[in-house]
């Protein structure tokens, strides 16, 4: 539909598509609403719906993924986080704690995000650790505190949800909703948070191909939400000198294939603090519209991933990186002020 579209134009074209034995699934982002057709679509040609009134244009999709994918949409999306946007033209910064563990520490890695040049803070308050015995986060109360830090310091939270039954309390808190890597395939949590009213960051599966990660990324748009931006955080393979491999190339090919953000987390992918400045150039080098990276006052004690948590000593290179790289890809690096 045409940015001037009225709910009656779009109604229309639901109720024609569906009078047509159709289904239409409605999605709207900030600037535009699509609303994708599945059906037989040869009657859906017949239908002329290119003709009516408040449509832009008809168009014809081929790959399996529809609402996410650059056919359907060649511009590239900028999706905001509470007015922060990540999109093709800034650069944003995404940095904070892996877990949240106490006022203190989520206080003071929230400045150290913010002193590098980040618009977002990022920590999780529910842990899908691997073992049921490890920290598995504060819950409600990890989101009391990162709420709390949020007022203090000025930047809008993403966090994660790893259950579909906790997604009304995480979006009731948070800026934007994580779904981490354990949980790319849950399409029950991928309908939930769809229909959650929040913009989804869908971190890739580590074992899943792009087209199974476009497809999860369908299952979030296809609940009415085109607000996700996708996050590259390593992959399995052969090797074990890194925690993960970064598929760097994911980002470019990614860009050719949807309209959606990419943003790469250097610490997952990883997995070791000297890997992150310079996995971090490497991902703004090659087109990447934001970086996560985690930080810790004190990794030595941190109760999750400490080994790839940046320190303070580390802060002004990462500075550096994204106040001179982005410029020199085009991109201006986004600032908050508080
Ligand atoms: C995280 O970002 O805290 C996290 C658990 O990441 P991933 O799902 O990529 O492992
Ligand atoms: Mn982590």
New binding site residues.
């Given amino acids: 539909m045409g940015p001037g579209a009225t709910a009656e134009e779009l109604d229309a074209v639901v109720q024609t598509v569906q009078a047509a034995g159709g289904s239409a699934f409605v999605s709207r982002g900030v600037h535009r609403t699509i609303v994708g057709l599945v059906g037989d679509v040869e009657q859906f040609e017949s239908l002329n719906l290119k003709a009516y009134p408040g449509v832009a244009d008809v168009v014809r999709i081929s790959a399996p993924y529809k609402l996410v994918s650059r056919e359907n949409h060649p511009a590239m999306s900028t999706v905001y986080v509470s007015g922060v946007p990540i999109g093709p033209d800034t650069f944003t910064l995404i940095a904070g704690p892996?877990?949240v563990e106490s006022p203190e520490q989520t206080l003071a890695a929230a400045q150290m995000a913010k002193s590098a040049g980040a618009a977002l803070l990022?920590g999780?308050a529910y842990?899908?650790r691997t073992s049921p015995y490890a920290f598995q986060g504060l819950g409600e109360k990890g989101l009391q505190i990162l709420a709390e830090v949020r007022t203090e310091v000025g930047l809008p939270i993403v966090t994660?949800v790893v259950d579909a039954h906790d997604v009304d309390i995480v979006a009731s808190y948070a800026d934007m909703l994580?779904i981490?890597?354990?949980?790319m395939q849950n399409f029950g949590l991928l309908q939930a948070v769809g229909s959650a009213g929040k913009p989804v960051m869908l971190?890739r599966g580590?074992n899943a191909t792009i087209e199974e990660w476009l497809m999860a990324a369908e299952y979030v748009a296809q609940r009415g939400n085109l607000d996700i931006v996708l996050?590259e955080?390593?992959i399995r393979t052969f090797e074990t000198a890194t925690r993960n491999t970064l598929d760097i190339s994911a980002v470019p090919v990614m860009h050719s294939l949807s309209h959606l953000p990419v943003v790469v987390?250097p610490s997952?992918s990883g997995g070791r603090r000297d890997l992150v400045v310079p996995l971090s150039r490497a991902a703004i080098a090659v087109g990447a519209d934001a970086i996560?990276v985690?930080v810790h006052p004190d990794p030595g004690a941190a109760l999750?991933?400490g080994p790839q948590a940046l320190v303070d000593t580390d802060l002004d290179e990462l500075a550096h990186v994204v106040r001179t790289l982005p410029q020199a890809v085009g991109r201006s690096l986004v600032l908050v002020d508080s």
């Fill in positions: 892996c877990a990022r999780g842990k899908p994660e994580q981490g890597t354990r949980n971190k580590m996050c955080r390593g987390d997952h996560i985690d999750c991933d």
